[in-house]
């Protein structure tokens, strides 16, 4: 075939091509009864229909397109000016059906960002603090995220904003027992809380769900306690005094001393014999079994306080086990000039376990771990300077964790609960303080947290108050509800039950008087947040509270 002949059949395909098109589209109207559109409308509506005839294709049919639009690329250098205008035609409808087919796909995409809010998947803000605002206009600033909350992501939303693109996400969150939803912009979240502490605590377990514990035979209780030391549980005078406190008030616990600050036990047990711990000739309970009945009768719950990690007892039988200088060599002490021995201390930790069972069954409902920490070291400045005979190479709160959780596998067994005391800011502060009590790690493996929450026991500017001492409620308010919202960021938290102050501390400068009143607005915080136990601090166990 001649090069002119070949123009004019090419043409000629061209030509009845559009207008088998043209025809096409014409029986379409008639089918489903469509109104002519005007010719400007032309464009759009052969968009429309080669995207519907693109859906209703087989394989076979797409195929053969393909091939049919090779040929026709190959064959593009032989046509003449006529055929290029054509084929400019061709490739702009190839072009808008192309722009259709990308803006159906990115509603797809933006169909897959929207998640399941139902999912269990959740996520930890990274940054130290995050805005949360009302809207993805980000104008209307609602709430601040801190480090380490956990959130879910209900959409991601891609916006654009003064010419720039710009991330946001939706989440949901919980927060001052309320369930809050916001946006935020997209930033790098962690998916396990794990991935926002410092890489040497990375062995903290997260993941361990225990149940809440509720004993047959030793059923929970909506604690309101106090504290006994050995000199007042040695004390048929004093016992009878509590005693009548509980029956004339809503007391119904007494924390008494097992093991106190100084290692000296309350009753005589096999224990010590046992880890070659000396032995105290003169018990304040002299019968344990009478004192634990007496107890029972009362309907009084009995706690056990077993402080911890301060024995200076033990260490003066187990030298080689104290927290030593590293520049002298010599026993590390805080101002008080008690020895400390180590928390990593694997024997320590066997022999408290052991006075701690043979409490449980004495008949106490709950072992108490006071002291379950590290000397203070200046918020850990002093670590390098310190030997903590750390043999396994743990950090401070994996210990912790690790301890308490063994305590409570052993101690759950016996159908008793396990509880630990803590820092008051603990649950304020992100890190450990330096001292290995990391909220979420403790209140991850014990039944019960108890922060002690003293007003004085509070700096000067604390939560923006003066004088924290002076102001019990705000300072309690605060304090807890710090505590409850990082409570949030565990599946299975630990019930809280907070220390508070029954006591006046004269040393801080600008302090008040402490008696029922102030003891009552401390109750009314924690009640006013949903906290509903406490215990009641007195160093002299002279508590001034009256009624039911």
Known sequence: MRVKDKKKFFRFLILLTIFIFTISCGVKRLVFNEEPKQPEMVKDEIKVDVLSMNKGNSELELKKKNITIEKDKALSEQKNLEEKESLVIEKSIEKEEIQTKDTNENKEIEKKQVLDDKSDEFNYIKNQTLFVYKDELQKNKIDTLRKGTKVKIIESKEIERDGKKKSLLKISYRKDLKDKIGWISKVDLATTLNEVLPKNWKNLDFET?????????????????????????????????????????????????????????????????????????????????????????????????????????????????????????????????????????????????????????????????DYVRFPASNGGKLDSKLNYRNTKNESKPETIQKYLKYARERLNALQVYTSADVYGQVGTFSDDMGLGQHWEAVAQVVDYICPMMYPSHYGNGAYGIPVPDAQPYKTIYHSVKDSVNRSENISSPATMRPWIQAFTAKWVKGHINYNEKEIREQIKAMNDLGVTEYLLWSPSNNYKITGK
Do not use: C
């Open 209 to 369: 769900s225990y149940p809440m514990n509720n004993f047959t035979n030793n059923p929970r209780v909506d604690v309101k306690g106090i504290y006994l030391n050995i000199y007042t549980i040695g004390s048929s005078k004093k016992m009878e005094r509590l005693i009548n406190l509980a029956k004339t008030t809503e007391i119904n616990a007494f924390v008494i001393d097992v093991k106190d600050d100084n290692g000296v036990l309350s009753f005589e047990m096999e224990a010590p014999k046992k880890f070659g711990i000396p032995v105290s000739k003169n018990y304040p309970i002299k019968n344990i079994g009478e004192f634990m009945k007496k107890l029972k009768e009362n309907n009084i719950y009995a706690i056990a306080r077993i402080v911890s990690f301060k024995d200076p007892t033990y260490a003066k039988a187990n030298p080689d086990k104290v927290i030593i200088s590293r520049d002298t060599g010599k026993p590390y002490t805080n101002s008080d000039g008690i020895i400390w021995v180590s928390a990593h201390d694997r024997n320590l930790w066997e022999y408290n376990l052991a006075v701690a069972e043979e409490a449980a069954k004495a008949g106490f409902n709950e072992i108490q771990f």
